[in-house]
């Protein structure tokens, strides 16, 4: 008779009993004996450290996440493809409800009208954001996100189209994901390096134009922080032929300039962990996804949609199945299944929250003290910031000594500095791409200029 | 049958509740930032910032979290009851997992800060890589893929990259008839054609079949998928020598894990001769499904694949680090390392329960649902009437001489408080009604769910109409699915 190993298993033994006499086994080892074939057993337990009690567990934890320093908890000016801002008290609550958390995903619309008409919110918040028509209901993240659009761009152009230009500064690994996706060489990937001024050059966008591209895509707010000229890309794009896809780094950019719906994105695609997601060492976050009514047919991932009952009642369902795996099998559109359900919520909570005005003055907060500090960093001697174009809240800065040794050097004092580029681009070792946000006290921003004054070339000595 | 709402459409504790725009007030706000301490920006172009802004509400705090509130109690969930979905393993979810997933120490990590600041984090991934590996008999993991088809999609991309690497990435993909549609569907988005591969009247895959489409195939064949146990909740017993057989073809042998509920330590996949598996976090390993995700996929190989895995992988030593030098990796799945604070929940769940927690669940999960096979076998179909694993599948074959099918035998065990078991898969067994209890339900609930079955069986044949308009009670009625798709509204009709 097996012991209880773990309270989270109901059965008494007396109960384990009578089980197995209605099953008709004497106990569970012959039950699996007839199951399992004995050279397929594994015959010994499993090598892992034996059960612990819940204060236990609880203190394991404890040291294992006092053994990080948290960023989130110093002064924190890194970002590159993940954003702190303040997210509000009641979301965590909200989020936590079990009602949300232990849901399966809402096949049975009958008793899963809170997730569908969460999800529906959700999906359109995002069309407000973006300025696009239709949103789904989320894909895993950005980078994966992108990879998406491309794959739905490749399907729009019926295979006639083959080609993808990921044009000027999209994140690196975001990049680096589609080079992983585009595995299976269904969509040859075209890559086009950002001109001088950190931004898409427009002559070499047009170079790589032609008849063959699906897509050309590009990132706004970029990787190095700058606002793209979407209007003449989506120009260019348009009069050849293709569709144009527009990542966004941090989606609150869309609150304070024109959104990519409104400059002629054909799918917008961004990073949603902003929305009110914990930084959690980069997940769950959340993909979005937005495009063009008729191109919903061809767009990935799930969709909600509105209906009535049998009563005549509003309610929501899971609609255009037909594009999905569970249907289509191998005709499918993608072959996402489970996706970001909960953090689609929980971003739909924060603008439910921060509204239009609040996305708007977070927004314009980043921006103004990120300026500051560009402005203070630029009179630093021995630093520089080389870009001069429009940028959102993060701006590369250069250094007088390696990057990572300014990180290195503050991480001490608990202050995140930011990220050297050479994590990504070995070269550039005397670049560091710093961010700032609301969250950023003006005591942090003075603090960081301060310290990185520290690392200035001595006046008189070697420049 | 209907009910009598109040004038604004409540009902007791069933508020009714608009869309959250409905909502909103002009000039409300739920949000505070502290005085602004630096001069507004005069840098930016007028012209390119936004005139109109998004249609987003305008909420109190209050509006937020009672609409929320409500919303959450029209849903279903594993806290409130028991949900006997097969294939997705809904048992219940810790709440210490919640708790240690929500340490600071855990959610305010930057992907991008320093290694030497996030030891902690990387030790705890080593140890859920580590584990995954003994429980799977598989050697080294990623921690990466952010869900199930996510592994799925990871696993097939090595498999691809390493017969690339021995010359020939192959053209096919074999696939029972019985896979989950994510297996052709992610064999498709990693350019392969998919073989579909009939099971035995035993419900189980066979060597001869495998052998068949091996000689007929050739080196055309990358490798099998294959569901363990099968999605009948059959042990696949014939594996080693089809794993063989695939081997000795030049193929690669994936394991869906989206059973491994039933196999922890009783058998191990890797030890059957799979090649490479994902692991759904979110079922095997008591993280909750949030009404469709943040799940987790982690992907188990065997060392020789071990090259091909995502990069970056966790370097073990007194300091950990990060490897990022993988020349033969098929690079990076997602951004950063994956759905960390899925991971925090998993790694909880085995710490707490321990080796032989694990052994044990499987064990109770396998005794829970031959225990319904046996008591629902009496009013209901059993399509593969002998012993199962972890989940059994029925049919509706006695009630369908009374007009009554599955859909309307799931929709009545709502009215009865209950969450539907998994339909129509999988789509080798007709009108298959596909149940996995898991070891979290008591006898009490085992026995709540029978006499439900047991019920509406009666019904089917006394009264089947109640059947065909269920559910009666629920907050909403059946829902017009056909109109959804056909005028799609995907989106709030603002001014409406």
Not at chain 1, 234 to 255: E, K, T
Not at chain 2, 303 to 328: K, M, N, T, Y
Request: overall charge negative.
């Amino acid at each position: 008779m097996p012991e209880r190993c773990s309270k989270y298993i109901p059965a008494t033994c007396g109960e384990v009993r009578h089980m197995l006499e209605v099953v008709g086994y004497p106990g569970i080892d012959a039950l699996l004996a007839d199951l399992v074939p004995a050279e397929q057993r594994l015959g010994r337990p499993l090598a892992l450290p034996g059960p612990m009690s819940e204060p236990e567990v609880m203190a394991l934890g404890a040291a294992l996440a006092g053994a990080n320093r948290p960023a989130a908890a110093g002064a924190c000016f890194l970002g590159a493809g993940a954003y702190r801002h303040h997210i509000p008290a009641a979301i965590h609550h909200l989020a936590g409800r079990g009602e949300f958390l232990t849901a399966y995903t809402p096949y049975q619309p009958e008793i899963s009208q809170g997730t569908l008409q969460g999800i529906f919110e959700f999906q359109t918040m995002v069309t407000e954001l973006f300025g696009m028509d239709v949103a789904n209901a989320s894909v895993y993240d950005g980078a994966t996100a992108l990879a998406e659009a491309l794959f739905m761009a490749h399907r729009v152009g019926r295979g006639k189209r083959s080609r993808a230009v990921l044009a000027g500064a999209i994140h690196p690994e975001h990049l680096e994901v589609c080079c992983t996706y585009g595995l299976a060489r269904i969509v040859a990937l075209d890559s086009l390096a950002p001109g001088a001024d950190g931004r898409v050059s427009l002559t070499d966008l047009d170079a790589k134009l032609g008849p063959d591209v699906c897509c050309v895509a590009v990132q706004s707010p970029n990787f190095l922080g700058l606002i793209e000229d979407l209007p003449a890309i989506a120009a260019r794009v348009h009069a050849a032929g293709a569709l144009l896809v527009v990542s966004v780094s941090d989606p609150h950019a869309c609150a304070l300039f024109q959104p990519p719906g409104e400059l002629g994105a054909d799918i917008v695609i961004a990073e949603g962990q902003p929305l009110g997601l914990p930084l959690s060492m980069g997940g769950p976050y959340l993909g979005l996804f937005a495009t063009r009514n008729d191109l919903v047919r061809q767009m990935p991932g799930r969709l909600v949609g509105r209906t009535t009952d049998a009563d005549g009642r509003t309610g929501f369902v899971l609609t255009l199945a037909t594009r999905e795996q569970h249907i289509r099998r191998e005709k499918a559109t993608s072959n996402i299944c489970t996706n970001q359900g909960l953090n689609a919520l929980q971003a739909a909570m924060y603008m439910s929250i921060v509204g239009p005005a609040g996305l708007r003055e977070v927004a314009e907060r980043s921006h103004a003290h990120a300026l500051h500090l560009k402005r203070a960093v630029a009179a630093l001697p021995g630093f520089g910031v080389p870009h001069a174009g429009p940028f959102f809240h993060e701006f590369v800065v250069t250094t007088p000594v390696p990057a990572s040794e300014i990180v290195q050097g503050l991480l001490p004092v608990g202050v995140f500095a930011g990220l050297p580029l050479s994590r990504y681009f070995p070269e550039r070792t005397h670049e560091l791409l710093v961010c700032a946000t609301e969250a950023n006290s003006r005591a942090e921003l003075d603090e960081l200029v301060r310290l990185l004054g520290g690392f200035s070339p001595r006046a008189g000595g070697a420049a | 049958m209907t009910r009598p709402f109040g004038p604004n459409g409540t009902l007791g504790l069933a508020h009714e509740e608009p869309v959250v725009f409905a909502r909103s007030v002009p000039g409300r706000r739920g949000w505070s930032l502290p005085d602004p301490e630096v001069a507004a920006a005069d840098d930016l172009d007028p012209a390119t910032l936004r005139a109109v802004p998004p249609r987003l509400p305008e909420l109190g705090e209050l509006d937020v979290v009672r609409h929320y509130t409500r919303l959450s109690q029209w849903n279903y969930s594993v806290d409130a009851g028991f949900y006997p979905l097969g294939s997705c393993t809904m048992k219940y979810n810790p709440r210490v997992n919640e708790d240690i997933a929500s340490l600071p120490g855990f959610t305010g990590l930057h992907p991008q800060q320093p290694v030497a600041s996030l030891q902690g984090a990387l030790r705890l991934m080593a140890e859920l890589e580590d584990a995954l590996a003994e429980i799977t008999g598989l050697c080294a993991v990623t921690l990466q893929p952010s869900a199930g088809a996510h592994g799925e999609y990871t696993g097939v991309a090595i498999i691809r990259a390493a017969l690339t690497a021995r010359g020939n990435p192959r053209s096919k993909i074999l696939v029972p008839e019985s896979a989950h549609g994510t297996n052709p569907a992610t064999a498709a988005i990693c350019g392969y054609q998919i073989v579909a591969l009939p099971a035995g009247p035993d419900g189980l895959l066979h060597p001869e079949t495998v052998a068949a489409a091996m000689d007929t195939l050739g080196d055309e064949v990358a490798g099998l998928m294959v569901t363990h146990p099968n999605t009948l909740g059959l042990y696949e017993r014939n594996l080693p020598a089809i794993c063989e057989i695939v081997h000795r073809g030049g193929g690669l042998v994936y394991g869906d894990g989206a059973n491994l509920n039933a196999l922890m330590g009783v058998a191990r996949p890797g030890d059957v001769g799979i090649d490479v598996m994902h692991i759904n976090l979110h079922k095997t390993f008591s993280t909750p499904h949030g009404g469709g995700g943040p799940g987790a996929g982690p992907v188990a190989v065997r060392a020789a694949l071990a090259q091909f895995l995502p990069r970056p992988v966790i370097r073990r030593g007194r300091e950990l680090s990060l490897d990022w030098d993988r020349p033969q990796s098929i690079g990076k799945v997602r951004s950063f390392f994956g759905n960390f604070g899925v991971l925090v929940r998993a790694w909880t769940y085995i710490r707490e329960v321990g080796g032989t927690g694990l052994a044990e669940a499987s064990r109770l999960a396998v005794l829970n649902a031959n225990y319904l096979r046996v008591r629902l076998g009496r009013a209901f179909q059993v399509a593969y009437d002998r012993p199962c694993m972890h989940e059994v599948v029925l049919t509706d074959k006695l009630q369908r001489d009374h007009g009554v099918q599955t859909m309307d035998i799931a929709k009545r065990l709502i009215d009865l408080g209950y969450h539907p078991p998994t339909v129509y898969f999988p789509l080798v067994v007709p009108h298959a009604i596909m149940v996995e209890p898991t070891e979290s339900e008591s006898l009490a609930e085992l026995d709540g769910f029978v006499a439900a079955m047991e019920q509406i069986a009666r019904e089917a044949v006394e009264d089947p109409g109640l059947l065909l308009g269920a559910p009666h009670v629920s907050f909403r009625r059946r829902l017009d699915e056909v109109a959804a798709a056909k005028s799609p509204v995907l989106t709030y009709p603002f001014g409406e």
